[in-house]
């Protein structure tokens, strides 16, 4: 009626009508103070958030971790079942819930020091409690992933984390591990952050294109390709039309890095031949190159350079050396990403350039002559490998243990965790994992990710396509989101055969 308003009494029931709607189950057997388990009285589902009162806190935040069902069917019970007969199943549904916490007055995630009580009524949790406990907050640093999953709540990483604490994109073949880390690398070219993009396939220079994303409305986005902010090289310009020819200045290579090139051993022979060769044009030419060096070789009757000269000829073939080659301040161009593409390049030339590349970076970010920024390794089993050696091996663990001090931040992607350098991957303190099955693999993660429970372990075997769980960069635990569409088109799609 008009003018009429609800009494104390009526507002605490309408109240608790309205909590009630989301109550799923009551508080039941040991109740701890960091677990506790419910019986399922309406449909939940395994990693659901919840919320249970505490009598000295109040709203305390929870995520479902298992659910099974109990029951009194026996093995008698279950032959009357074969043989046809009727037979009465009592049985339950209980949930176990992982505590996640609550945020004090100074806004830091605890957990209560005493346990909750049984008989306490279970809800599904509110997103603004969702929102308050796991610090999902917009932010300018934020990259924004995706979506927390069955809600509607954007979740961002910081941006300035990744890059301080190495991020690692772990998945197995087509699980969406280079889709989605080409959805990270669009916000950090939203917010223009420097990176150098190792790609050995080709995948990325797709980024500079506008995709045709679907659910654009359900998570916020439109569009948009950056062009404007991509600049590709590659050793094999050829190949790889469009791109800008990635090339060495011979005369400053290291005697003993153009014999490994050249697929020569240092022998002592070798090393003086060129040291001389090299000597005698810098004193004649100032400036010299590979044919250079060749052709002087080629006239030296006294000294028998055959074996040698025939390496540097399969060396000059590669086409990687002139007469200047590309600078460093090319490559890394601040607030916007230099894809270094590799198709085409054979493996062991490309371990020799991505060596001489990042120890290049590195060093010129330790004196601050280039400014901060991100490198991303895309296959990067190929270039740290656990198990055996390869000519980047010692630069990406010391970009892993030492780059952060500078600002320079690592990104590791990778369908083989298991087959990438413990050392390097145990750096990476930010970590999106898609689907992984393999037992290898999996042991690798959870050595590597803090905060992971059993149930979230078991999450990473059945992930589907599109979805990920995201750990570190500023969030309080491990996330189960919904990885948003790429405004960009996906280079990494799978050929159709038919």
């Known amino acids: 009626m008009e003018g009429t308003s609800l009494t104390e009494t009526e507002e605490d029931f309408q109240a608790e009508e309205t909590q009630s709607y989301g109550r799923v189950g009551v508080t039941f057997g040991d109740v701890g103070t960091t677990s506790l388990k419910f019986n399922v009285a309406a449909s939940v589902d395994k990693g659901e958030y919840v919320q249970v009162s505490h009598p000295d806190i109040g709203w305390v935040l929870g995520q479902i971790d298992n659910i099974e069902r109990q029951s009194d069917l026996s093995v008698e019970k279950a032959r009357e079942l074969n043989e046809g ?47 308050e406990v796991l610090g999902l907050k917009e932010s300018k640093e934020g990259a924004y992933i995706g979506k927390l999953r069955g809600h509607d709540i954007k979740v961002s990483m910081n941006i300035n984390t990744i890059a301080q604490k190495h991020l690692s994109v772990l998945a197995k073949t087509g699980s969406g591990k280079s889709y989605t880390t080409g959805v990270i690398i669009e916000e950090m070219l939203k917010n223009d952050v420097t990176m150098v993009i190792l790609d050995p396939h080709g995948e990325y220079n797709s980024l500079a294109k506008a995709g045709n994303p679907k659910n654009t409305e359900e998570f916020d986005i439109e569009p948009r390709g950056y062009g404007e902010k991509l600049t590709e090289f590659s050793p094999d310009p050829e190949i790889n039309q469009g791109a800008r020819p990635l090339r060495f200045t011979f005369r400053n290579m290291a005697t003993k890095d153009i014999l490994e ?17 090299k000597s005698k044009l810098a004193v004649k030419k100032g400036e010299f190159g590979i044919e250079d060096v060749i052709n002087l070789l080629k006239g030296n009757e006294e000294d028998n350079s055959t074996t040698l000269v025939k390496g540097l000829e399969r060396l000059k073939e590669k086409k990687i050396f002139a007469g200047k080659g ?66 980047c091996s010692e630069i990406f663990k010391t970009i892993a243990s030492e780059g952060r001090k ?28 898609l689907k992984v099955t393999n037992p290898n693999d ?57």
């Open 326 to 391: 590309t600078r460093i301040d090319e490559i890394v161009s601040e607030g916007k990403a230099s894809i270094v593409n590799f198709k085409g390049t054979p493996p062991d030339m490309r371990g020799f350039i991505v060596d001489k590349l990042a120890n290049s970076i590195f060093e010129l970010r330790k004196r601050n002559k280039i400014p901060p920024l991100i490198m991303f390794a895309e296959e990067a089993h190929n270039f740290c490998p656990q198990r055996g050696k390869v000519q």
């Open 406 to 433: 500078f600002g320079l931040g690592l990104g590791i992607i990778t369908q083989r965790p298991a087959k990438v350098d413990k050392n390097v991957l145990s750096q990476c303190n930010t970590q999106v994992l």
């Open 261 to 277: 090139m050249c697929g020569l051993n240092k022998r002592r022979s070798y090393v003086t031949s060129l040291e001389n060769a």
């Open 85 to 131: 007969n009727q037979v009465d199943i009592d049985d339950t549904v209980i949930a176990k819930v992982n505590i996640i916490g609550y945020r004090d007055d100074n806004g830091l995630l605890r957990v209560p020091g005493n346990p909750f009580r049984a008989g306490e009524p279970i809800y599904l949790a509110e997103e603004e409690l969702i929102r």
């Open 442 to 498: 999996l042991k690798a993660i959870e050595k590597s990710v803090e905060g992971m429970t059993k149930g979230m372990k078991e999450e990473i075997k059945r992930l589907p396509v599109g979805e990920a769980i995201l750990s570190g960069a500023g969030l309080s635990e491990p996330l189960l989101v919904q990885v948003r569409p790429r405004q960009t088109k996906d280079g990494g799609e799978s050929i159709r055969v038919i």
